[in-house]
Structures are given as structure tokens and as C-alpha cells.
């Protein structure tokens, strides 16, 4: 039977882990799967999880009152998905929802932060790599805020 | 200069507020190819006025040419509305093109956003059609919402070859579209090719142009195989009236098609 | 491999030397130097046929008003200074009681007044508001006029002729800043043919200067106040001992036949000496100065000294610089039509890079700031010019000094960047 320290080694988000630390975080997390069309979390809900995507890919959205849901990131296979782990009062902000099948290792986020606060070189691990892809996000965030095409592209047009 | 009448032979609808017409070739520029990829022509709607708009069909097809116009100001709707066999004012082509012939042996990265995909989509044409010249080529585009998509057929298709990639996102979307929300360069990593070997076409806001040069130095390419297409406000597009100059470029003759590193400091200055 | 500059757009060009007198682009360019070989090779010839004749002429003040005739004779317009609205303006003359004999002007920054002199001199003052620009690129110009008609759309081809001008009392940094203009408008690629139509139309009599305006520098930028070359009769009034008269120069063959249709004499060499003095005089009264040494570098490399932010408070952003300058030359197009929408007709006007939205595109201007406009104008007037026509944008008239209704003055201007120069501080 695989073990789920095996299945963690192979995300590129364990990449130059200690394999102790490895295995010692491989006691928060399980082998989880969702269907398409199946919400990973949604909105408000107590933050008790968060993942690291195997396969597949995850639409983070908001509901926007009037428009509906609108996905503003889409989570591929490799990536990290959810950290609300990370600042209390650790609550999901957005809805998370499979675009299609999808495969992903998720950790119990008390497990993880108790961890964490035991051992505070784990969590150092922890955080070198969650800081790098939330800040590239959050550039990406903002270069999306600033509705580059709203105002008109390229040569076409005045 | 004035302006040649030619009669609308075609009229596509794009996007909501993105049309595509297409005028016969007849007594433009004469030669192989009435224009070079990247160009655009001055059109002029009867009484309204004139504006600059790129060029975004198939140089190949000697006989037409397609404009896609936005429609945001008082011409460009007038142009939006022009129906079958309706006159509309012709001048150029105008400007510096993409470097599709010196790039030959690279691999090629065609980087669109919004509406800039329309003065990219002749380079595709040339690209696709010299394909064994070409190393690997790639066409990412990025777009406001799906419904801003430009040439959505073409773009399946274009996705459906194998010696293409092609790589579609958009800032945000609703439950219909089920391919990748985000920013055009959030898709570099997904796409095959060699930074020190690669020439880089990008057209679209100046914005989203200068992060995708940005981001392209930072995987490897250098900037003087990186190529931008600048905009700027144009009345003559001779060189005469002064409204396009761009640091010591005029856009109209100059460019628009810039090779990056002629450009990057101007670039990180602001209202310049 | 990538071809190098050759195929892709230039950027930065490589600078030219600010000297007009390099290679030209334009076709009038070699014609200048073709004047005065040929004219030597004629000169020779009418030695022998007829009696000697020096290349200088005197006029008696009499003469003046006949050459005025004569070119009214053969169909030109004069043109020349005259009084109004208590400035010296350009209007058509039809002699010289149409002259502002006696006045001259007392400019600096902000500043314009007509003061009389203790003489009668003709042309005993420098340059007023309007520049010969308003001749040979004209304030408004229709550019065609189309009809539509069952579905068809015509051009109607009605171009009107140029009319035949004659330029009278064009001073050397006139002739300069025309011949700036005429590599922005006769280049290599396009050329706007009103402007080539009146620009082969137009005589040039030009006048030496005498003495230097209170807001002059064209000794600067190499384009006075000796006139050299560029005119077809060069004059240099003389008064005092030996009478109100010219001394005469042709510096065409039109100058020369120009010159044989109205009664001359040979001059003496007095009057040879106090045509040189005059020029020196004007010469060491200049009070400015512009130091154009890597001037491109120095403005293009500081985009962001704080004297931008400086100048910046006091520019009202008005305009008035580039309605003076002689050789600014930005236009927009206005397209019209009738109310049935039959007829269309489009139109060019001046326009100024000071305007908020000369640099419209949709969604904003992009020079918004009237830091960011006045830069536009400074940095393409002295460096960018260079990089675009081989040669600077200034010629040193001093105009934009003397019209700013807050006395900018881009000579302060640029000493006071050259001052704080950011790369020097690097280099040092």
C-alpha cells in the first residue's frame, strides 16, 4: 500500500524537505479526491483544511451579488490551494470548486499549526514555501484589479 | 494624403463591442502582400473622422484586408456600424512590423492580451503557414472575461494543431468556461521553449506588455528578442502632426512594432 | 540571427551634429549649396559680356520700394513687418510706409514693448509673435473635401494654388528655422506637398540683424546673426554717413535677376565696414546663452530632475511658446460634414503638445501633469529633435522667452538641469 509520505514526495511543494519533517508532517494529511462540479470549500466555512493539488483543477470563486459566481483564479495540478490556515480567525474567504476531477493531499490545519508551533523550524519550512506562491498571486491579484483591458488593448481602436 | 473609398465587402461581429471588417486589397500598396504583419491603416468613417487601426488578417491573402475595430469612441462605433458595400476611408499601411523573418530558427512566444490579439493574428498567419521554419511556437492569450475573446473559433482550432501550443486564460469568468482564470503570464511555465532561443511577440495593454517582458527576463529571453507593440495617440500618421511621439519615437513610423530594449526605459518612466 | 538596427525601428538614433549645414534630406537642401557654386560660375561669365560687377550691391532707400514693386509686378504677395496692436507683426505690405521705421523692440522674459528709436531705420528691430510659418504651414489648411453620392464617395479635386510670397526682412534664425521645417515636412519617406508648393514659391529677402534682442541667443545654436546661406537677397541696412541705404547680397540666381531689375550701385568699401559692424554688434550684445554641449544626453538622461517639478509650478501649460515658436509644428485634423451628411470636409490646424489632450488615448492623456507637457516641449525642442531630424529644434529667437506670461526661460532651464545634472554626478 502506498503511504501518503510517499504520494507527499512527489509534490514539488516537498521539494528539499527533510524527509523527517516530511514524514512528520504526513501525520495531518490524507489522500482526498473530488468530482467535478463538487465544491473543495466554500466561503465562510471553518478553514479545517488546506491542499496541495495532485491532479486536476480547482476554480477559486466569489459570488458576486447580480453576476453570480465569478472564478477569479484557476488552481492547477502542483499548486497549493487554501490558506486561510494562516491567519485567523481561520476562516475560507472564497468558494473553491473542482473544474474536473481532481486528486489532492489535504492537511488538517490544527495538526499542521500545533506542528508547527512545536517545532518552529518546521514551520519556518512550512512558510519558505507558502510565502512565494501567495506573493506571486497577490501580484497577479493586483494586475487584475487594475483592469488593463477595460480601457482599451493594443492598436485596435480609438 | 487622402483617404482611397472602399466598400465593406465583410462584417463579423467578434465580441460585444469588437468588430471585424474587411475591405477589398485593390489600390493599396502593391506588390507580394499588401501589408506586413503588425501594420495598421488610417480609417476613416464619412464625416466622423479617422482613426489608426491594426491590420488583422492574413497577409498572404493578397486580394483582402481585415480590420478589428473596438468601438469606444465616436469613430470607432461609426466604423462598428458600417454595413455591406458602405463606404469607408482607407490610408496606409502604416508602421513597422513584427519580426517574422528574422526570427526564423527561434522558437516564437506570441503573447496577446485582449484586442492586441488582432495586430498578432497576421504574424500567426505567416508563423503557421513558414511552420517548418520555426522552432516551437506558442500563442498565450489573456483576456478580460471570456466573452471579450477575440477569434474564438480560430483559437480552437489553432489549439486542435499539434505544432502549436496554445494556452488561453481570463481574468475572471463565470461557470461556463471551464479553461484557466489569471494572468496571461501565469501561463509561461506551462509552455515549451528555450529562453536563449526564443524571439517574443507580445501586444496588449502597456501594462500587461511591460509585466510580460518582465517576466520573460526573468525565465531568460533578453530584451532585444523581446518585440512590444506601442499606442499612442495619432492624427497624420506621417510622422507630421507630433501627436504620437513616444521619447524621441514616433509611433507611426517608428513603430509601432518596438524592439524592447529600445524601449524599456522610456517604458519605466511615467507620463512620457 | 536577429538582423541589427537596420531592419527595426531605430529608438534613440544615433545624435546628429546640431550644424544645419551637414547633409540634408530634403530636396531643397543641396539646392542651397548648388546657389552659390553656380552663382560664382556666372559671375565669371558676366565679366566678360558686361561691365564688372562685385557680388555686393548698395540700394539707396528708394531701391527698396522698387524691388517691392518689381515683385509685386511679377505676382508675388509681399510680405513683411509692420505695426499692430502695438507689436511688430508679419502682414502683406505694399511698401515701406507699410515698415516700422523708426521703432524698435524692448523684449525679456514676459516682456514686449515697441519703443521709438532716435533713427528711421526700416528694420531696426529683431522678431515679433508671428513667424513665417504662418505662410508656409498655415494655421488652418483644408486638407479635401469629399462628396457622397449613391453609395460612392469621391474625393473632389479642387487644391487651390500656392500663392507666390515674398518673404521680406527674414532674419538668419528664421532662415534656420524654416530650413528645420523643411526636414520635418519634405523627408525621405513623406512629404506634405502644400507646404513643398509654398515653400519652392517663396522669395526670401532677408535682413541682417544689427543689433540683438533683449531675449536672442542664436549665436548659441550656430544660426546668426550673420545670414549665410538659405536667402535669395540678403539685406544689411546702412544709415548715417552716406545715406539710408543696403548693402545688398543675392544669394540665388532668382536673388541675382531679382537684384538687375532695380537700379543699383557698387559699394564702397565703407559701406562693406559698417555692414560688418553691424553684424559684430549684434553679436556681442547677445545676452543669453544656450550651451548645446551633449545637450541630447543631458535632457534625455535627466526625465526625472526635480527641476521639471520647478518649472512645472510656474507653466500655466498656455501655449504660447508653441504658437511662437517658429518651428514647432504639431497640427491636429478636424473632419466635418453638412447636415445631411453629403459633404465632408477635412481640416488641419495647429495644434500645441501643451493641450491636455494632445496625448489623449482612450481612457486618459497620457502627459497629464503639466510637469510631464513642459518636459514633452523642452526635451523634443533641444534632444529628441536631434535624434528625429539630425539637427535641434531651436534656433534661438528668443520668442518663447518673451511671450510666456511667466518669462520661462528654456535657457535657464537648461542650465539649471545641466547644473544638477544627474549623470555627471554618476560620472564623477
Given amino acids: 500500500m502506498i503511504e501518503i509520505a510517499d504520494i507527499l514526495r512527489q509534490h514539488p511543494f516537498t521539494q528539499g524537505l527533510d524527509e523527517e519533517i516530511v514524514d512528520l508532517i504526513a501525520g495531518c494529511a490524507k489522500n482526498v479526491v473530488f468530482r467535478e462540479g463538487q465544491y473543495v470549500f466554500r466561503g465562510g466555512e471553518s478553514a479545517e483544511y488546506f491542499f496541495l493539488v495532485r491532479h486536476g483543477t480547482v476554480a477559486l470563486e466569489m459570488f458576486v451579488p447580480g453576476r453570480g459566481p465569478l472564478t477569479f483564479l484557476t488552481v492547477k495540478s502542483g499548486e497549493i490551494l487554501g490558506s486561510a490556515w494562516l491567519l485567523p480567525p481561520y476562516r475560507y474567504t472564497y468558494d473553491a470548486r473542482a473544474v474536473e476531477l481532481t486528486r489532492a493531499i489535504a492537511f488538517q490545519c490544527d495538526c499542521l499549526r500545533d506542528k508547527c508551533e512545536a517545532d518552529h523550524h518546521v514551520g519556518y519550512e512550512m512558510m519558505k514555501r507558502f510565502m512565494p506562491p501567495l506573493i506571486e498571486r497577490l501580484q497577479m491579484a493586483r494586475l487584475q484589479s487594475v483592469d488593463v483591458y477595460g480601457q482599451g488593448t493594443g492598436t485596435s481602436g480609438t | 494624403m487622402t483617404p482611397r473609398f472602399l466598400a465593406v465587402k465583410r462584417r463579423i461581429r467578434e465580441t460585444a463591442d469588437v468588430i471585424t471588417i474587411e475591405i477589398p486589397a485593390e489600390g493599396l500598396a502593391g506588390g507580394a502582400g499588401p501589408f506586413k504583419p503588425g501594420q495598421f491603416n488610417m480609417l476613416y468613417a464619412f464625416g466622423v473622422g479617422e482613426v489608426p487601426i491594426s491590420i488583422s488578417g492574413d497577409p498572404a491573402k493578397a486580394d483582402r484586408i481585415l480590420h478589428t475595430v473596438r468601438a469606444v469612441g465616436p469613430v470607432s462605433k461609426a466604423l462598428a456600424m458600417l454595413r455591406r458595400n458602405e463606404r469607408v476611408g482607407v490610408r496606409g499601411p502604416f508602421g513597422s512590423h513584427w519580426p517574422v523573418d528574422e526570427a526564423v530558427g527561434f522558437d516564437v512566444l506570441v503573447i496577446a492580451g485582449g484586442v492586441g490579439l488582432a495586430p498578432l493574428r497576421p504574424a500567426l498567419y505567416h508563423l503557421l503557414r513558414e511552420r517548418p521554419r520555426y522552432g516551437r511556437i506558442a500563442l498565450l492569450y489573456g483576456a478580460r472575461s471570456p466573452e471579450d475573446l477575440l477569434f474564438r473559433r480560430e483559437v480552437e482550432a489553432w489549439r486542435c494543431l499539434p505544432e502549436l501550443q496554445v494556452r488561453v486564460t481570463v481574468d475572471h469568468a463565470t461557470r461556463d468556461w471551464t479553461g484557466d482564470v489569471g494572468v496571461v503570464t501565469q501561463m509561461l511555465p506551462k509552455v515549451r521553449f528555450d529562453p536563449l532561443d526564443t524571439v517574443a511577440m507580445i501586444c496588449g495593454p502597456e501594462l500587461m506588455m511591460r509585466f510580460t517582458a518582465a517576466s520573460l527576463a526573468d525565465a531568460g529571453v533578453t530584451p532585444d528578442r523581446i518585440f512590444v507593440s506601442q499606442e499612442r495617440n495619432m492624427k497624420c500618421a506621417i510622422g507630421m502632426c507630433g501627436h504620437c511621439q513616444f521619447g524621441p519615437n514616433f509611433v507611426c513610423k517608428d513603430g509601432p512594432v518596438f524592439r524592447f530594449d529600445r524601449v524599456m526605459d522610456i517604458l519605466k518612466m511615467r507620463e512620457i | 540571427m536577429i538582423r541589427s538596427d537596420a531592419e527595426f525601428s531605430p529608438g534613440y538614433r544615433r545624435g546628429g551634429h546640431p550644424s544645419l549645414f551637414g547633409r540634408s534630406p530634403c530636396r531643397l537642401g543641396p539646392v542651397l549649396t548648388d546657389r552659390r557654386r553656380s552663382f560664382g560660375d556666372r559671375a565669371l561669365e558676366e565679366e566678360r559680356i558686361t561691365e564688372t560687377k562685385s557680388r555686393a550691391a548698395i540700394l539707396q532707400r528708394e531701391g527698396l520700394q522698387q524691388l517691392i514693386d518689381l515683385l509685386r509686378g511679377r505676382g508675388y504677395c509681399v510680405v513683411g513687418p509692420t505695426v499692430r496692436d502695438q507689436a511688430i507683426v508679419y502682414d502683406e505690405i505694399n511698401g515701406l510706409g507699410d515698415l516700422p521705421a523708426g521703432w524698435t523692440d524692448r523684449q525679456d522674459p514676459g516682456t514686449y514693448r515697441l519703443v521709438r528709436r532716435d533713427d528711421e531705420a526700416l528694420f531696426g528691430y529683431v522678431v515679433g509673435p508671428h513667424s513665417w510659418k504662418k505662410y508656409l504651414h498655415p494655421a488652418r489648411l483644408r486638407l479635401w473635401r469629399a462628396e457622397r453620392r ?33 526636414k520635418v515636412f519634405l523627408g525621405a519617406d513623406f512629404r506634405d ?19 540683438a534682442g533683449g531675449t536672442c541667443f542664436c549665436t548659441s545654436m550656430g544660426t546668426g546673426p550673420e545670414v549665410a546661406s538659405g536667402h535669395d537677397l540678403a539685406l544689411t541696412e546702412l544709415l548715417g554717413e552716406g545715406g539710408h541705404r543696403f548693402l545688398v547680397e543675392a544669394g540665388s540666381e532668382a536673388g541675382e535677376r531679382l537684384l538687375e531689375g532695380v537700379r543699383h550701385d557698387k559699394p ?24 548645446t554641449t551633449g545637450i541630447k544626453e543631458l535632457l534625455q538622461g535627466n526625465q526625472d530632475h526635480p527641476r521639471w517639478d520647478e518649472v512645472a509650478a510656474r507653466c500655466l501649460t498656455c501655449g504660447n511658446c508653441t504658437m511662437v515658436c517658429p518651428t514647432c509644428f504639431c497640427t491636429t485634423v478636424e473632419d466635418t460634414s453638412d447636415l445631411d451628411g453629403s459633404h465632408a470636409e477635412r481640416w488641419r490646424r495647429w495644434d500645441s503638445c501643451f493641450t491636455l489632450d494632445f496625448s489623449y488615448i482612450h481612457g486618459g492623456s497620457i502627459r497629464h501633469s503639466s510637469k510631464s507637457r513642459y518636459r514633452q516641449w523642452m526635451t523634443h525642442k533641444l534632444a529628441h529633435w536631434i535624434d528625429q531630424f539630425g539637427t535641434s529644434g531651436c534656433v534661438g529667437c528668443g520668442r518663447c522667452i518673451t511671450w510666456c506670461p511667466v518669462g520661462i526661460d528654456i535657457t535657464e532651464e537648461a542650465a539649471a538641469i545641466r547644473s544638477g545634472d544627474a549623470g555627471s554626478r554618476r560620472r564623477g
Fill in chain 3, 268 to 291: 564702397v568699401e565703407a559701406d562693406l565696414a559698417m555692414a560688418r559692424a553691424a553684424v559684430e554688434k549684434a553679436k556681442a550684445q547677445m545676452g543669453r546663452s544656450l550651451d
Fill in chain 3, 193 to 211: 506637398e502644400d507646404y513643398a508648393r509654398r515653400r519652392e514659391n517663396a522669395m526670401i529677402i532677408a535682413v541682417n540683424c544689427g543689433e
Fill in chain 3, 150 to 182: 449613391g453609395g460612392e464617395v469621391r474625393i473632389l479635386d479642387d487644391a487651390e494654388p500656392a500663392p507666390k510670397m515674398a518673404f521680406l526682412g527674414v532674419r538668419s534664425c528664421e532662415i534656420h528655422a524654416i530650413l528645420i521645417q523643411d
